[in-house]
């Protein structure tokens, strides 16, 4: 069954840092981005970055540039979303989705984020 | 930057009927890289539809997309007490994702 497994809910405090991780199974973990999305309370989706285990190639969204650090571990199948800093405007729920490319009839064809972590909800207050 | 605008923000609706939700891009888009989420509250959004019109595995067909350029469109045929959601629509792109706002079908 193809996965992906998320650290459990965090408490943090305003300044410190945090890393969460994605663990994927039941497929080649080297061979699909894997994106982050943020979701405020109460609010929209929200995309973070993406980023390609098989070379660690990472893409941030300007909203998020700088402010966290996407990284994968391709011995565990593991990706990582961190801050060096947080902040109380970090207080949401993350999760983290696989990006479906495949090969169709010769052609790779896009097919949207087939596969979702359960969440990760982070809390930051003094 | 390419937006997004979902529309209206909230339907309330009765099970059995049917309902199209809007997604308007601020400039054409290719059809191929748009897809639709529903979320249902404390779940992780969930792949409907992708390229547009493609019906993610295990989606039943009483949901399907359309749409080019700038106007697409998500239609539920007969509202199932279980499909009562926030549904998104969001753009696969060079230079990253981009989400709508949202639109809550609530119960009527």
């Known amino acids: 069954e193809v996965q992906l497994v998320q650290s459990g809910a965090e408490v943090k405090k305003p300044g410190e840092s945090l890393k969460i991780s994605c663990e994927a199974s039941?497929?080649?973990?080297?061979?699909?981005?894997i994106a982050w999305v943020r979701q405020m309370p109460g609010k929209g989706l929200e995309w973070m970055g993406i980023i390609y285990p098989h070379d660690s190639d990472t893409r941030y969204s300007p909203s998020f540039q700088g402010q966290v650090t996407i990284s994968a571990d391709k011995s565990t199948s593991t990706a990582y979303l961190q801050w060096s800093g947080l902040k109380a405007s970090d207080t949401a729920m993350y999760y983290c989705?696989?990006?479906?490319?495949?090969?169709?009839?010769?052609?790779?064809?896009?097919?949207?984020?087939?596969?979702w972590g359960q969440g990760t909800t982070v809390t930051v207050s003094s | 930057e390419i937006v997004l605008t979902q529309s209206p923000g909230t339907l309330s609706l009765s099970p059995g009927e049917r309902v199209t939700l809007s997604c308007r891009a601020s400039q054409s888009v290719s059809s191929s890289y748009l897809d639709w989420y529903q979320q249902k509250p404390g779940q992780a959004p969930r792949l409907l539809i992708y390229g547009a019109s493609s019906r993610a595995t295990g989606i039943p067909d009483r949901f399907s997309g359309s749409g080019s350029g700038t106007d697409y469109t998500l239609t539920i045929s007969r509202l199932e007490p279980e499909d009562f959601a926030v549904y998104y629509c969001q753009l696969y792109g060079s230079s990253g994702l981009t989400f709508g706002g949202g639109t809550k079908v609530e119960i009527k």
């Open positions: 989705a696989r990006i479906l490319i495949t090969m169709v009839g010769g052609l790779w064809q896009y097919q949207g984020m087939d596969v």
């Open positions: 039941g497929y080649r973990f080297t061979g699909y981005w």
